[in-house]
């Protein structure tokens, strides 16, 4: 006998759907960690056959049927079928406003405006990405219309929304303005009157294979499940969220400065332990009902960036994380580390500089660089800012946020991939991230009084109990900021991120 | 414009159904290599995904139909597009042959015949497969019998036709019983008269690193193209032809028998090779219009097993070779290794044994395993022998051929995976593969008088020159037969394999 029950078939279509998306996923994972070179133009066919099977089934008219049917069903509006099927009406409706033409002019001139992005950067020659990069924002101007400005919204909005949905660009400013203020006051302070910590501890020599085996016995601590997932080496590190059961984080190893892989791949490790707290299998090991349904997958980037910086900067940057992980470290790094105590190596981890370049920033400095993208792209998508001024309006308001004046545009509005492939409304969710860590820290804090003695344990068991409870599980039944609220009891604020860096800054600044 | 040669349509959909089973081929291998264990069941449906589809595309009504376009263009008979059409529309009508439900209920037997034969072979409880076995013998004759028995033949015909094209029993039969007569002579001879020579040279120990580094070294001096192909360590070494341009081997190093690796690698990268001359790639590096057609697919297991066993065999276990091979293995092994002579490895990598395991068996041995094998699951389906009977007819049959007495039936009847898995007619190519590399190396041998100097030196490319010419760029342009013929002036002989061996072993073994 067949279930005919309309929502048992919307989830099994869904997870059929998902097993492609996961082959998908394999696919692309392989492609960055071990496919040959020769492989790639073999591997661009695998990956379009599979992208375009993914996106006929996903916006497949029967599919559509099939969500109405749900919502005919007249679920109890507060369960979490009946927020199940909003999401995948929510999901099918985007995914089906978009024109197939203009999704493939999008994805043609991805193409060729990284290409042109790559080399425009390495030239630091804004002037030969510009007309790619106007034609990205003509063409993100085109996709949003399509979807829709949200009332009382902005066209903005709705690129955000791809990303964090049902976030405005408005609500993003109104916590950012206040974290923009304090933000640039507290590193004018460390800098200029602190004084920075040594930096030594972080450029002992360290072997690739004591560095791995450092980074497994960390992951491992703090739960991530090694039979249910991989730790490779990849140019550019990620997690991939691969399979049901199956999660691959990647990291790089420089022999010269272990802090880089060590802290990337806890940021990883953090999005990893996300992926397998999400409800994709059943207790007996098989992929769940739900796997392949919204319930079973991530609120939003936002969300997801709140669990990888929580366990890079807000544990793995702690005084009571390197009580516990120094003599680890001693034991695969030997002499040169043990030269060094507890104290020196959590000041060394917290060293605040005016870098120019993004993915180098410190836990202080790093929010002013993303809330600089997202002024600047929202005023691109909503014409206040043309291309050809961005340089210009770059530097000037880098100066202003932090202190210092942009060398070349190499290390300026050149310096990130994200706009060259039409990513706009992604950078905001780095500091949403940030600021929903540090939210849930503080209640993790008031759920655990014993946190400190837990963490300097080595016993991270809290942290993660709470995100399974409160996050993790819930899938995306509930919105970010919902989400938020639920979990904390308050709204998003600025508060706790702000608060959190001026206690731990100012004392190692001494300033 | 799109071209609407039926030819050219052909090839695109083949194309694109091989494009889909280069990536349950990345689900598979990736399935051996890396997949964390928790990943399993996932990974099940991923594979049931893909093949599902494939199975549908591949016998879907309208690419008979374009076969059939194909077939009334009136094509050159002797021309390539014409040969590629007979082995599509070969390879159609035997996909649709099948129904659904037996398709199925091998698939789920399957699954279940080879756990209980894992278990059996554990406890060597022929009983307790006994049944299983039963089904299998009775699934395969179903199936050899929905493919239709060829005018004149048996049943068991049908089942090689999977494997080996065209090549009947009674065939095999033919050149089986001279080479099996003579073998078991020459067995005898060496091993009641002869001095087998002394292993020690293969039992140094050897890092792991070591000998993935010399693998490496070897590989690529034999031609095997890395930049297109990578080998990585699993269980059951294998090679996946995976996609254009990407082809993997794999091995599994014992620090205490580095020959095991050595060899496995070669054989792996003999398939490799072929793999690699396929003509599945353009001069530009994109997937050729050939690939996924029979043109650029490999001719049969048989011939796929010639080019395993030439690489590893009749020049892995070469004095020429060794004169090369020698001064390399020094180089990573050091000392251990420098206190043997060439002289000493050569021989010692030609040590023949009477042992019970196929897989674990010498040059020499290996082809009176295979025939055994043969003549029993000939006689199983036939129906002239019971499944009850099998442990018997085994341990008599293996005493008459290699002159011991088999002590329990995990070393006997059950010791190999195939039966559990229904491949009856697999087994005879792997002899047939010794007898086409013998009867190709002597071509080879005539083609180039001075082989044995540039093999001694490290020069391989005449034996990769011959087989790219001969074998790897036709495809399955030529039946195994044809080809043979086109390419040493001969049908295959039983002649060159049995001179190989007795001009080898007989000086080793000074009998």
């Known amino acids: 006998m067949t279930d005919t029950n309309p929502y048992t078939l919307l989830c099994e279509r869904l997870g059929e759907i998902a097993t492609l998306g996961s082959v998908g996923a394999l696919v692309a994972w392989d492609q960055e960690t071990y496919m040959p070179s020769k492989g790639a133009p073999g591997r661009a066919k695998q990956a379009a056959a599979l992208a375009s099977l993914i996106h006929q089934k996903s916006t497949h008219r029967g599919l559509g049927e099939l969500i109405g049917e749900c919502e005919a069903l007249g679920l109890d509006e507060s369960s979490p079928e009946a927020a199940n099927v909003a999401r995948a009406r929510r999901d099918f409706d985007k995914r089906t406003k978009l024109p197939e033409s203009l999704v493939n002019e999008i994805a043609e001139t991805q193409s060729r405006a990284q290409h042109a992005w790559k080399s425009a950067r390495k030239n630091s020659d804004f002037k030969a990405f510009q007309p790619w990069l106007e034609k990205m924002v003509a063409l993100s101007r085109k996709k949003a219309e399509c979807f829709g400005v949200p009332e009382g919204g902005e066209l903005y909005d709705a690129l955000i929304d791809e990303y964090e949905p049902d976030v405005r660009a408005a609500e993003i400013e109104a916590v950012f303005t206040p974290l923009r203020d304090r933000l640039t006051t507290l590193v004018a302070r460390l800098l200029d009157k602190g004084t920075p910590p040594n ?94 349904t919204p319930l079973a997958e991530a609120v939003s980037l936002g969300i997801h960036e709140s669990q990888s910086r929580m366990w890079e900067n807000f544990l793995g940057r702690s005084r009571e994380f390197w009580t516990w992980a120094k003599p680890v470290a ?148 509930f919105g970010a900021a919902e989400l938020c609220e639920r979990a904390t009891g308050r709204p998003l604020s600025p508060d706790p991120l702000i608060k959190h860096l001026e206690r731990k800054f100012i004392p190692i600044y001494d300033a």
């Open 199 to 292: 930096e030594a501890p972080l450029r002992i020599e360290a072997a690739e294979a004591a560095q791995h085996a450092l980074g497994m016995e960390v992951i491992q601590a703090l739960g991530f499940d090694t039979e249910a997932g991989r730790l490779d080496i990849t140019t550019h590190p990620f997690c991939e969220g691969l399979a049901p059961g199956d999660t691959r984080l990647t990291t790089r190893y420089d022999t010269k400065f272990f802090a880089g892989a060590l802290f990337g791949t806890m940021h990883e490790c953090g999005h990893g332990l996300y992926e397998q707290g999400l409800p994709k299998i059943d207790s007996d090991g098989e992929p769940s009902a739900t796997f392949g």
């Open 330 to 477: 001693d034991r695969h790094f030997g002499q040169p580390m043990q030269a060094f105590s507890v104290d020196e190596v959590y000041r060394a981890v917290n060293r605040v500089e005016r870098s120019f370049i993004r993915v180098e920033a410190d836990e202080a400095t790093y929010n002013l660089h993303v809330m600089l993208r997202f002024e600047l792209e929202r005023a691109l998508i909503s014409g206040d800012l043309a291309v050809a001024d961005l340089p210009g309006v770059w530097n000037e308001t880098f100066e202003r946020f932090l202190g210092s004046k942009v060398d070349a545009d190499r290390n300026g509005c050149l310096q990130d991939v994200h706009w060259s492939f039409g990513l706009f409304g992604y950078f905001p969710t780095y500091t949403l991230g940030n600021l929903y860590a540090a939210q849930f820290w503080e209640a993790i804090r008031e759920k655990y009084p014993d946190l400190d003695e837990r963490l300097a344990a080595g016993d991270f068991t809290p942290v993660l109990a709470w995100n399974r409870e409160y996050i993790h599980r819930h899938g995306r039944r």
